[in-house]
């Protein structure tokens, strides 16, 4: 299985008294247009999605939007709670589980979430010290489903460096 884990593109500072439910923060005009650029990079990978997977947040179902248009796919973007505020580590592996062991998914998120996540797929004991910038990529394999320990690194992405690929 191949993981694309892209954590959501500048959505400001939380701010109260725009947003009271910080749920609904969108990306901002910068953000949105940086991740568009962004994704065009992650495209040249010749990425080929069989899912994505996306944060309810609303700056995490933008960015998934925009990757999603960038990558061709077509297919339904789906919400996914533990991808958002209710994270977990084992209930992430457990969803994607479900998923065929050929399948490359998708998924937009946040930090720490996504940073731990991966480390827990590279070392055991999630010893592997990431961090992922907004619009950041991380892409992994393993073989089979998701498992501690088992995932290999394909790629770990800036943001400016995705830019790059455009050339």
Same mark, same amino acid.
């Given at each position: 299985m191949k993981l694309i884990l892209i954590r959501h593109a500048d959505a400001g500072d939380p701010d109260p008294q725009r947003y009271p439910d910080d749920r609904l923060r969108p990306l901002t005009p910068e953000g949105r247009r940086e991740h568009e650029r962004v994704a065009r990079g992650l495209a040249r990978l010749g990425l080929a999605p069989t899912h994505v997977l996306t944060s309810p947040l609303a700056r995490?179902? @933008?960015?998934?939007?925009?990757?999603?248009?960038?990558?061709?796919?077509?297919?339904?973007? =789906?919400? &996914? =709670?533990?991808?958002?505020?209710?994270?977990? &580590? =084992?209930? *992430?592996? @457990?969803? *994607?589980?479900?998923?065929? @062991?050929?399948?490359?998914v998708v998924c937009v998120g946040h930090e720490p979430h996504l940073s731990r996540f991966a480390a827990t797929l590279l070392h055991h004991e999630g010893a592997a010290k990431l961090g992922l910038a907004k619009s950041g990529v991380i892409g992994l394999e393993c073989p089979g489903k998701p498992a501690p320990g088992t995932g290999r690194l394909l790629f770990f992405l800036p943001p400016r460096e995705l830019l790059r690929l455009l050339g």
């Open positions: 995490a179902r @933008e960015t998934a939007a925009i990757t999603a248009r960038a990558l061709g796919w077509s297919g339904p973007i =789906e919400p &996914v =709670e533990i991808l958002g505020d209710r994270f977990r &580590v =084992e209930d *992430l592996r @457990e969803h *994607l589980a479900r998923y065929p @062991e050929d399948s490359t």
